[in-house]
């Protein structure tokens, strides 16, 4: 529903009129609206003039009117239906009032405490001021205050876009529910003439070559080398093969572009995880390159490349001195927009560039790999516990975790890696791409939850590049892995760890390791719960398998990690027991009994009940097969139903803080606009 809007002496009737035609309203009847409306310009509206006045000292963005051929201003806006006019017209003179107090403010402050205005508490004007004071708290809660549902005119969400400074932007990006036209459009590339294909030939050939791994290097002079003749290469596939995160969104695709593009931004991520790579890439145009890759038809369809180019910027903000140039190219927009976006994976990437970005009620910082399920804006809950999701090896931190898929159960029980992307039941609307996003934030919203993602790059890439990574071993992964939780904050509260296959191995590893390094010990000693789904703690039964066959489930050099009784398993096994025992740690253990295709005619339990049982705490043993055994096929399922009461049971929750939780949220019903409680980890405690 549109409505016209006009000085406060028009008549309600015309206004009423208008309004329920819409759209649809017909030149004539505009016309003669303006006569109206010139005619009756009194005050208690803002002129056209008026607003180019403004203009120099809020800048002030004209286009958000659209003046008629005399002059003065007819301005369309959407108006919320319900609204009824009175409130409209009411909210109008004080519209004017704020511009004017904002205007005052700078220039004449005597003048203006001398003025009988109306303070409202919901003005916009005012509420961007306290976004821009130099107190955090206030900051806070006017940015709060200003994301909330307001039934302000178009205008003026145009021009607080237009005021609005970085950390304000910033921070309403990162709010709930946050109103779209905050969002000014990213600027034009009109000058950035040249192709993304040279583009990316350019800046990669200016990138340095210190500090990347072998791989990357690699797949750097690749991409510059061979630019065109990829594609047909890769629509083998191969390049994805391996449990790449982002292949299930899409499946593998058949758009030669975006496997073009797709090597071009493999390179760039993992020059985006070198900090003083980041700073190149923004010093050659990377950031306008990504622009204009973004706006591209290939990447309109691709959530893939959608998603490599979050990453990049996730990784990019990690370097706070980046963050105005990150800004400047307009890429809050874009991420404000896809942190809303349906693909998960999608906007965990956005979610994660947004809090690197978000500083001033952030402090942790989320490097790659590592990403935010819940809550993926600022919250002034306080936060209970962290849940981590650990997945195994081919999995992925989105993928591992889905709904059980209908079809991979009747037709396709000869699923040889998860990495293939089934044609999903997409009439049943309760499906879910990641249970511990969907049910879990609902069932735990007080819970940060997080996923990890480890070695994407390697698994991705391991299938082609012809060097080794000396990176794969437990205790590697677990150095990495364990220093970058750290830097989430992860151990400041109560942590509950949910693992699948290998994924628990490396919750074993992680947990002995940080018990040996002072900074670490708190991620151990905070721990209160870990649930594995089909760990080996005993080894696999595929290492009694061909070596073929191992190679499909396990095509890395960890396999000699998971030898049925290997000693390096029988060590950490008994190691972690010991661990578990002292501290009374409770631990919930899922088993599978069905045996799954592995291909080459081969079937076979992959993780026997004798190797996922640990010996102690929980254990249930379940009629499905390895993949299946941590995907819940409802809601409502036996499996999820177990794992929920676990980690709520393993919250430790004392009478004092519920009772703490309870008085705030008193107070948050009371609508205290200057209190602010920094509980939750989004505001830095
Ligand atoms: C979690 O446990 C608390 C009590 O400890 C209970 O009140 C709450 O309903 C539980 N939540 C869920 C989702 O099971
Ligand atoms: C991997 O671990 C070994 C020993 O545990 C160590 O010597 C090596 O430097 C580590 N490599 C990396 C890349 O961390």
Redesign the pocket.
Known sequence: MFNLIFGRSLSSRVTTQAAVSGWSIKKRRLRLAAVVATAGIGGGFILYREWISLDKSVHFKTDASIPDQRQTYIYISPTPPGDDLVTQMRSKVKWRLSILEHFLEDKHPDVLSKLPLDRTSDDPWRLLKRAQSDNPQRRLAAVAKLAKKHHWLDAEYRAIAQACDQRTLIGLARSADVDTRFFLAPPSLNDFKESTEEGFKKLLGALPRDKIDRCTEFFTLRAMTEGKTVQAHDQTGALCFGGNTLTFVTGLSKIPEEARETVNLQALVSHSEVPSHCEEIANHGGLQLLMKLRNSKAAEGSLKIQCYIARILANMALNEHLHSKIVQAGWVTVLASWVKSDCIPLAAHAARALVNLDRDAVTEKFDDGIFLLHPQTRTRQALEADVVFVHGLLGGAFKTWRQQDKVSKTTKESQQEEGKEEEMNLADEEWTDCWPKTWLSKDCSQMRILTISYDTHITEWSAKCPFES??R?L??RS?EILNKLHRTGVGQRPVIWVSHSMGGLLVKQMLLDACEQPELENIADNTHGVVFFSTPHHGSSLAAASQQAKLLIYPSVEVKELVQDSPSLKNLHGRFRAFVQMRRLPVLSFGETKPMSIGLGVKTVVVPVESSHPGYGEYHSLDVNHLEICKPPSQRSLLYQLTLRFINHSVPRSLPHMLSERLREDLDGEDTAEVFYPLGMSFGE
């Open positions: 000396d990176k071993s205790a590697n150095a």
